[in-house]
């Protein structure tokens, strides 16, 4: 399985994905010539699954990754995984830590706050385990989730492609997808999100896969 070093910790052994690439792959390049052209500029799928994160700890990382470089927020992540050293991330944990020690590690006042809005919802049972995720539609998951300070669709919906292994994702308001398309198509601008949605539909149920390759379009030399 792939891991994240970056990341929280085990969590036992999770499947990477709910469906087969490979079958995936295949209906992609049936179903749209150009993109299958994409995807062998590309090379083989492979997503980096952190389905070895509990759902808890995938938001913890990603409200720590919003709005910051690879490189900044892992050393974030890393700081903040040493809070707890030997151990897992759980919301019972952070929430013995004052607001000075999780500043102290990188975050803003804006992402303390979240982070102890996750933590404290998490342990209202406003967070799933993944026992129940896997009873739930997408669109249920990302309008539970979202009620959460400093979650947004974009969020659940990394979520939903990287650690629920989700076929069917489109996260049409991520700034790289976006540019992987215009890129694709060879346009001047960036599609608008609903032009996006719309050009997706050929490739359901395997959007995920798609949004997988339009991020790496944008590392081509075009």
């Known amino acids: 399985m792939a891991r994240d070093d970056a990341g929280f910790g085990s969590h036992g052994s999770q499947p990477l994905y709910q469906y087969d690439p490979k079958v ?25 699954s952190r389905a070895h994160l509990t759902p808890f700890q995938a938001l913890l990382r990603a409200i720590v990754y919003q709005q910051l470089s690879g490189l900044a927020a892992g050393s974030i992540d890393r700081r903040l995984k040493a809070l707890f050293p030997g151990r897992r991330a759980t919301a019972r944990r952070l929430l ?48 539970r989730l979202t009620a959460i300070r400093g979650i947004g669709q974009w969020t659940v919906e990394m979520l939903l492609i990287f650690s629920l292994g989700r076929p069917d994702v489109l ?52």
């Open 96 to 143: 013995e830590f004052d607001d000075e020690t999780l500043r102290g590690v990188g975050l803003s006042r804006s992402k303390v706050a979240s982070v102890r809005d996750l933590a404290e919802k998490a342990l209202q049972g406003v967070v799933p385990d993944r026992r129940r995720l896997a009873g739930m539609s997408d669109e249920e998951i990302i309008e």
């Open 24 to 48: 995936a792959i295949r209906h992609l390049r049936r179903r749209d010539e150009a993109f299958a052209a994409l995807m062998r500029r590309v090379g083989p799928y492979a997503l980096q």
């Open 171 to 222: 996260p049409v308001n991520d700034l790289a997808v976006r540019k992987g398309f215009m890129l694709h198509r060879g346009d001047d601008e960036m599609p608008a999100p609903k032009d996006l949605l719309a050009e997706g539909e050929r490739w359901r149920p395997y959007r995920s896969v798609a949004s997988w390759y339009l991020w790496r379009a944008t590392e081509l030399d075009w």
